[in-house]
């Protein structure tokens, strides 16, 4: 029921929703500071909520995750009863192996995106304080990202995203 709700919105979120009228998300990795989680107010104000939680990397669609996969050879997927299973068992035979080559938990999400089905996510808004990389490790994991999708990456620069389902509640 999830994999149908989530497809429903992907499917229809271009055609609700304009770029121009999405929230906007920084490339620029330093957090505007109404998304900042302050943990100090957090732990020690019952009433504190905490702001909405945004995810910093890359936008990919299905099909990069397939290429990626027959790109590097992964092992093929058992027989599946259906599109979507063999779908999310690919996606995670990439995350885990784009991981080890990383170096570098990563993380896949459903962005609130006209333009992109997933994210590949280094960071969360409430946890780079403690996850975040030095500079020159940050760009050996970006570096490593953009080579192993290839082309389409290539060109990108990391952004921050919305989640899709905080943004349907």
């Known amino acids: 029921m999830f994999a149908l709700l989530v497809s429903f919105f992907q499917t229809c979120l271009p055609q609700w929703i304009k770029a121009e009228d999405l929230p906007k998300c920084s490339t620029e990795k330093k957090l505007p500071e109404e998304y900042r989680l302050n943990v100090r107010r957090w732990r020690l104000e019952p009433g504190y909520i905490k702001p909405r939680k945004l995810f910093y990397g890359f936008g990919v669609d299905i099909q990069d995750f397939i290429d990626y996969h027959q790109r590097h050879q992964l092992p093929r997927p058992p027989p599946m009863d259906n599109q979507a299973s063999l779908w999310h068992y690919l996606m995670d035979d990439v995350m885990e192996d784009l991981s080890a080559h990383c170096r570098f938990k990563l993380e896949r999400i459903l962005p609130l995106s006209p333009k992109y089905d997933y994210a590949i996510a280094l960071y ?23 080579e192993r999708f290839g082309e389409y990456l290539a060109v990108q620069r990391p952004q921050w995203f919305f989640l899709l389902m905080d943004s349907i509640h």
């Open 124 to 146: 969360n808004s409430h946890h780079i304080s403690v996850t975040e990389l030095e500079d020159d490790e940050e760009e050996d994991v970006i570096r490593i990202i953009k």
